[in-house]
């Protein structure tokens, strides 16, 4: 599903004149406290990225879960690979408004189809190093040309998931270059527990 988010007036120049604001009074859990929620334009029509406005909501099921095995579920580093920054959703929000930016949901196709953070494409980490033409890059697998390479930041599940981690390594294998990927860490579980909206992915 491409949806491109756009955030706010306030996060300053690096967004355009296609984000609309849902400047409402009534709200009392904003993303900040000078944006309530974001109205975007997608190809499938508006969609409004806000926090879940009960402030006695919890999350329940798969995102709920405090420990799974390890391994493979075992707790990420903060810096996923040398010369790659670590971001928070401010910043991720910031790179969907960025029209140059991708936004990579780096987990499997299920993962993806059942719930996504919207705005974002589905590269799954057992493929990305085979596609970085869809990101810039100029050739194919073992010769990529990243000189033109956007800007991208890539999730998965959470602070145990390891699947956007080894896509980073896998980018930075065929050359990719490392200042120009961010990692979201904290992934599709604290963007769950913010009460963020998410959207089912397209296949």
């Not at 919890?58 to 075992?74: D, L, N, Q, V, W």
């Not at 953070?117 to 970085?132: D, F, H, M």
């Not at 980018?171 to 490392?178: D, K, S, T």
Request: aromatic share 6%.
């Amino acid at each position: 599903m491409n949806r491109i988010i756009t955030l706010a007036a306030a996060i300053g120049l690096l967004l355009g004149s296609h984000m609309a604001f849902a400047a409402d009074a009534e709200k009392q859990v904003n993303i900040r406290p000078d944006v309530p929620s974001v109205v975007v334009e997608t190809a499938d029509g508006p969609v409004t990225i806000e926090r879940i406005q009960d402030t006695e909501h919890e999350i329940t099921g798969y995102f709920a879960k405090t420990s799974r095995a390890c391994p493979p579920f075992c707790i990420q580093p903060a810096q996923a690979a040398d010369g790659v920054a670590t971001i928070g959703e401010l910043e991720l929000l910031d790179m969907l408004a960025d029209k140059e930016a991708r936004v990579i949901d780096a987990r499997t196709v299920d993962w993806h189809a059942e719930e996504t953070i919207p705005g974002s494409v589905n590269i799954p980490y057992t493929e990305i190093a085979g596609r970085l033409d869809e990101l810039g890059c100029v050739g194919s697998s073992g010769a990529w040309d990243c000189a033109g390479a956007a800007r991208v930041a890539l999730y998965c599940n959470g602070l145990w998931c390891g699947q956007s981690p080894t896509a980073i390594r896998a980018m930075l294998r065929e050359n990719y270059p490392a200042d120009h990927i961010f990692y979201y860490r904290g992934g599709m579980q604290a963007w769950k527990i913010l009460g963020l909206t998410t959207v089912e992915g397209g296949l």
